[in-house]
Structures are given as structure tokens and as C-alpha cells.
């Protein structure tokens, strides 16, 4: 793709898809709230079963005391980067669903899948706008339901930090050689066809 990404789709794609990484280094700038419910915007309009939307974003924005309980619900390693986004979020999702006619939830089956569908939107957006993403499973998950007075039937899914690349020098030497974009593996390792090989 170019020298700063050195992706290379095996068939034909919107550079949108190989454009997309998740970075480390970010330099601080503030995300305007009405950006960052363009993002949200987008993740409204994702696929969902039964038109169920059981993504739940909760946010915090740079300078704020929010932005402080956000960051110390992620993982020390994660501390050392995130500090300097715009944004904090954790995205949750909905578990239960109440049947119509019904006073009795029942847990959905597709609520994290549903979820997934949602950051994707929300990351291409941001990625279109300019702003970069990195989602993470590095946070304190029993911490973050009663810190942020989530629900029981509320499942915390990521934590995702959002704001402007940054140089990768500012990151810690053992994290400056991963600020670039990774690979993937070639579809022959997850695409099987008619069902998985015997």
C-alpha cells in the first residue's frame, strides 16, 4: 500500500479495509464531542438481529474527570499509551431482550456479535474523519460495571481509545517497533467451503 503500510490485499477492496490499524502513539489533541458522535452515528446505522442495537457506547472526552476513571480502568500497559487520546470509551453490550408481550428478559445470543458490527462502523468512520482508533481487551472488566453504574444485563466488551496519530517516538522503546500496520492471515485459514475440512 504505501512505505508507512505495507498491507497488500490478496483480491480487490476499498483501501478503506487495509487503511485501518489501531496505533499506540496519539498526540493528545481533544476529539470535539460533535465528531465523535459522527463515529457514533455510523455505529447507529450497523446490522443488528431483530433491529435488537445492543451496543452501548460510553465515553469520556481528554480533560475531563471522566477521562481520569476511564484510564485507570485500563490495564497498566495500556495506560502508557492511552493517556494521550482524545476519547476514552468502553463499548457494552445489551444481553437480555424483552419478548414482546412479555415482563420476563431472555439473554441474546448475537448481542457481542451485534456489538462487533457497531465499532467496526464507528472505526471506519473515524478513520474517514481522520481519527485513528485502538481498541483493547487490556482493562479491568470486574472494575468497569460498578464504575461505570452499568447494569447487570450490561457486558463490558472493549475498552477503545480514539484520537490523531501521533509520532511513534513518544511511545516506550518496546512499543515503538509495533506502531505500524500487521498483517493477517490469508482466507485459506479461515474460509472453508461447504464446512470445516474432515
Known amino acids: 500500500m504505501s512505505a508507512t503500510n505495507p498491507r497488500v490485499a490478496d483480491y480487490p477492496v476499498d483501501l478503506q479495509f487495509i487503511g485501518r490499524w489501531s496505533p499506540r502513539a496519539f498526540t493528545g489533541e481533544a476529539i470535539p464531542e460533535a465528531e465523535l458522535r459522527s463515529l457514533f452515528e455510523a ?15 460510553f465515553y469520556a472526552l481528554r480533560g475531563t474527570p471522566e477521562f481520569d476513571t476511564f484510564l485507570g480502568l485500563l490495564f497498566e500497559g495500556n495506560q ?18 424483552l ?19 457497531a465499532w467496526a462502523y464507528f472505526a471506519l468512520e ?7 482508533t485502538h481498541a483493547m481487551g487490556g482493562f479491568d472488566v470486574a472494575r468497569t460495571g460498578p464504575a461505570l453504574n452499568l447494569p447487570e444485563d450490561y457486558r463490558p466488551e472493549a475498552a477503545i481509545a480514539v484520537g490523531r496519530k501521533g509520532d511513534p517516538s ?26 470445516f475440512p474432515a
Open 126 to 132: 473515524a478513520q474517514r474523519l481522520g481519527w485513528a
Open 43 to 57: 455505529a447507529r446505522w450497523a446490522p443488528s438481529s431483530s433491529n435488537l442495537q445492543p451496543w452501548r457506547f
Open 80 to 97: 502508557v499509551w492511552a493517556k494521550n487520546a482524545g476519547a476514552l470509551l468502553v463499548l457494552a453490550s445489551k444481553t437480555t431482550n
Open 170 to 195: 513518544i511511545l516506550p522503546e518496546g512499543l515503538q517497533a509495533r506502531e505500524l500496520p500487521n498483517g493477517r492471515k490469508p482466507q485459506s485459514e479461515f474460509t472453508f467451503r461447504g464446512g
Open 99 to 117: 419478548p414482546a408481550g412479555s415482563d420476563t428478559p431472555v439473554t441474546t445470543r448475537s448481542h457481542s456479535f451485534d456489538t462487533g458490527a
